[in-house]
């Protein structure tokens, strides 16, 4: 009985569906039908749920108002607000990335995402697996709809639902459970299954009012996930909090007073919400869409951009889900919200005399031309890619080879970003935060005087860095100040065990044709990517993957020959550049070493440790003074 035994839903006919009421405006519905009738249908500013009637032996149906929706558990105070959760916690500030495409806000992304259900959840529902893997598809299937209007698809891909017992103890302290679900998912859940995002639910009643708790940041990473107590018997009421908590994994926070939320029928709050009432929110707000913006142009966690293998979805291919899988041609959703004249929605074939249905390269339901611009570079790293003329998607995104100047000569790419200490600044402290100048070249000589004899000048440059303005506390709610000929620089302070957030990030320019790698200032040479654009004919360069990038026109693999020589039917490919010895193009390898401490400069003044009010309880802070100044 300890052993886990895995089992796969194959579901015959797609029963879980989005669409609206006909013919009345702003309206929306989000239905299961696999089992009776159970969802919700909102028209005219009115919300209506439905569910089978408990004891029904004739298939009746319970309609009845929002506001009526049954909690099980008691409000806080003398209000009826539920608190998803107090503050996030960070995760940690991600490394300039991109190495496999780059940013595009209006490109849709993927969020794969494992349910686990706890052995509490499962006895509350009398130990029914079949009640329970339907309340889960319900949930997966209304978080999906949440996030779509963000041009976000949230994929089911795994469901596990511990029958027998808890592979962790489920404390009803949210962090507690949440520090032993990450852990227990990095160690177990990752090894077994591919995805991007894990989400417990729990039967346990968290102390306080808190429902929830995410880790900031997180999406893509080991920490991304978190814990969502199960507060209503409605499923939708733990479908917002999962959509809630998944929101700070993509970097989102609470929502200010000041946040546009007047496209939210069902509540006064959006989705990002620090409380949410008896009418669960719809929709994201204005602050929300802005920084979901931002983390996909500043981060782009590249996991959100592979569409999950069809084969892996929970409860199998189905034809009207909006998603291409095995078998089909197009897929357009329902017949009932189908709008592309490319695709059969009732059959997931193309309609007749078309070669498309979707695609930045399909147009009227045919391919474009090929050398038609299908995505244009997002900055001076980036590559523009073109249509090929025989496939309706846009070529994977490309950018430069790690080493060329960017940024006005203030940086040289590195996978795909150009990052600069002022841009570190802007992520560890937020919008107004800049570099310190406060530090001189003699602070610097001092320190490196009395630092260990193989770290130089330039080194230094590598190390912690100082910055000014911005917010009073930065990502990881922890900071310490020093004051130098009486101005302020701010340092982050991090206690995480593998990397520090508030040194200076790799690939950043140090000196001239010189980046920190390692948390070494070393010669840009390291990425050993010279000549490998002379092989491209003058009319092309090589992106990160050694590969000749062509100009529009000219045809890979060498661009040697102009489109309209390689012939109607040709198929042309890319073909890899021979690889070179050393660190040639390194892809996110981060340094976990923390500098040592040491003894501080008589010009500055013993730091002032601060935490704010806001972060989680935490260990106390036993920080020395780091013995990196501010690069110049």
């Not at 052995?119 to 949440?146: P, S």
């Not at 990095?186 to 989400?199: S, V």
């Not at 917002?240 to 029928?265: K, Q, V």
């Amino acid at each position: 009985e300890d052993m886990p035994v895995k089992s796969f839903c194959l579901v015959q006919d797609h029963c879980y569906y989005h669409g609206h009421v006909q013919d009345i405006k702003d309206s929306s519905v989000s239905v299961g039908i696999c089992s009776g009738i159970r969802g919700f249908v909102r028209a005219k500013r009115s919300v209506y749920l439905i569910e089978p009637l408990a004891g029904s032996v004739d298939g009746d149906h319970a309609i009845y108002r929002h506001e009526n929706l049954r909690s099980r558990r008691a409000t806080c105070g003398n209000t009826n607000d539920t608190y998803y959760d107090h503050e996030p916690r960070v995760s940690r500030v991600y490394k300039a990335s991109g190495w496999k495409s780059k940013p595009m806000v209006h490109e849709q992304r993927f969020v794969e995402m494992f349910l686990v259900v706890d052995n509490a959840e499962y006895r509350h529902y009398m130990r029914d697996m079949h009640v329970i893997k339907a309340r889960m598809l319900e949930i997966a299937n209304h978080v999906d709809k949440l996030y779509r209007p963000m041009n976000i698809r949230v994929m089911l891909v795994g469901l596990e639902i511990w029958s027998y017992m808890d592979m962790f103890d489920v404390s009803a302290d949210p962090d507690d459970t949440l520090t032993r679900f990450i852990q227990w998912r990095k160690n177990t859940l990752l090894k077994n299954t591919k995805h991007d995002n894990a989400q417990f639910i729990t039967g346990v009643d968290f102390q306080g009012d808190t429902v929830g708790l995410a880790n900031k940041f997180a999406m893509c990473r080991d920490e991304s996930g978190a814990v969502n107590q199960d507060h209503n018997e409605n499923p939708f009421g733990v479908a917002s909090t999962i959509a809630h908590e998944m929101g700070h994994n993509l970097g989102l926070s609470h929502d200010a007073t000041y946040c546009d939320c007047r496209t939210s029928y069902l509540s006064k709050n959006c989705i990002m919400a620090d409380r949410v009432g008896k009418n669960y929110p719809e929709t994201f707000s204005s602050c929300s869409q802005e920084e979901l913006k931002n983390f996909l142009e500043k981060i782009n966690p590249q996991c959100l951009l592979d569409k999950p293998s069809p084969d892996k979805l929970y409860g199998g291919p189905v034809c009207g889900n909006a998603f291409l899988e095995p078998g089909e041609e197009c897929d357009c959703g329902t017949v009932e919200e189908c709008t592309n004249p490319c695709c059969n929605a009732t059959t997931c074939r193309l309609t007749k005399g078309s070669r498309c249905a979707q695609g930045e390269c399909c147009e009227s339901c045919q391919f474009k031309q090929a050398g038609s611009l299908c995505r244009s570079p997002a900055h001076d790293c980036d590559l523009a890619e073109y249509c090929t003329g025989s496939r309706a998607e846009c070529p994977s995104n490309a950018f430069k080879m790690n080493g060329l100047p960017c940024n006005h000569n203030q940086g040289y790419c590195y996978n795909g970003q150009c990052p600069t200490l002022e841009q570190h600044c802007e992520k560890l402290w937020g919008s107004g935060s800049s570099r310190s100048y406060s530090l001189t070249f003699d602070h610097m000589l001092l320190i490196v005087s009395i630092a260990p004899k193989n770290l130089t000048f330039q080194d230094i440059k590598c190390g912690k860095l100082f910055c000014t303005g911005g917010s009073e506390f930065p990502i990881t709610r922890q900071k310490a100040i020093l004051w130098v000929h009486g101005v302020q620089c701010n340092i982050v302070v991090d206690q995480s065990e593998t990397e520090d957030m508030g040194m200076v990030p790799t690939g950043t320019k140090c000196d001239h044709n010189k980046v920190c790698y390692e948390n070494v200032c070393q010669d840009v040479q390291l990425y050993a990517t010279e000549g490998c654009s002379a092989k491209c004919h003058n009319h092309g360069v090589c992106n990160h993957q050694r590969q000749c990038h062509c100009d529009p026109g000219w045809a890979p693999p060498y661009c040697e020959r102009k489109y309209s020589d390689t012939g109607k039917n040709t198929v042309v490919i890319s073909v890899n550049m021979p690889s070179t010895s050393g660190l040639s193009n390194p892809l996110f390898r981060d340094a976990n070493a923390k500098g040592n401490p040491c003894s501080r400069s008589a010009d500055i003044s013993q730091p002032t440790f601060v935490e704010s009010t806001f972060t989680q309880p935490c260990t106390p802070l036993a920080v020395t003074v780091p013995c990196h100044p501010p690069p110049e």
